[in-house]
């Protein structure tokens, strides 16, 4: 089955900085890869996803990239603000319709004032 | 904007009772998911639900577990005979078609005593 691995596990910025989130799945058919943002006491929330057919996808101070051949994908905030602080995750599924996600282990960004 | 809602935030059971969670997904989503995080660590999938049997179910739900959605609106995740290591938050997800994003709820924090 799909296994997406993460990186870094925690990650501090100072605000203003860029931070860079990595994951990399093993499934060459999984086409769908979305980012959520947890914080504390909540459940997870979609920020941005890209599918498998489009290399970049932006949002404001949101990016995501997507290698398929070498099956890895990031996450580029800029401008991190402090309410950026949160654990993230992303994730990655196959097929078309619905389709379970499988997660990565998650990232906890920390930006500083 | 319309959200999973999820009942209750936290449920305290003690070890071998039985426990419903609750889920009201997004009006006219027709996809239905539940996911659980043990504390610190990523969140795995449980069972996906589509038209009213289903889908697909990983390893962790075995046949202590059971999703029904009763009505029209809501959709249960319900263990039979609690063990010490089902205390995690449980999340309830939503999709309203084929290619869209799941929507999470906030979570059911289940802690067995």
């Known amino acids: 089955g799909e296994n997406v691995e993460q990186h870094p596990s925690t990650l501090s910025v100072q605000e203003g900085d860029s931070a860079v989130i990595k994951c990399t799945y093993s499934d060459s058919a999984s086409n769908y890869f979305p980012w959520y943002k947890q914080e504390l006491g909540k459940g997870p929330q979609l920020i941005i996803d890209?599918?498998?057919?489009?290399g970049e996808k932006k949002d404001q101070r949101i990016a995501v990239t997507l290698n398929k051949t070498a099956k890895h994908f990031s996450l580029h905030i800029t401008e991190t603000q402090p309410e950026d602080s949160a654990v993230y995750f992303c994730a990655a599924s196959s097929g078309t319709g619905f389709q379970k996600l499988v997660f990565g282990t998650g990232t906890r960004l920390l930006v500083s004032p | 904007e319309p959200e999973v809602t999820q009942t209750p935030s936290h449920q305290v059971t003690q070890m071998g009772q039985e426990v419903i969670l609750r889920c009201v997904p997004i009006s006219n989503h027709l996809y239905f998911y539940w996911y659980r995080q043990i504390l610190g660590q990523k969140v795995e999938f449980l069972v996906s639900?589509?038209?009213?049997?289903?889908?697909?179910k990983s390893e962790i739900f075995d046949d202590q577990f059971s999703v029904e959605r009763p009505d029209g609106s809501n959709f249960t995740l319900k263990i039979r005979s609690t063990k010490l290591e089902d205390s995690a938050m449980y999340f309830c997800?939503?999709?309203?078609?084929?290619?869209?994003?799941?929507?999470f709820g906030d979570g059911t924090r289940l802690s067995i005593l």
């Open positions: 997800a939503s999709e309203g078609r084929a290619n869209q994003p799941q929507h």
């Open positions: 639900f589509y038209n009213n049997e289903i889908s697909e």
């Open positions: 890209i599918r498998s057919n489009v």
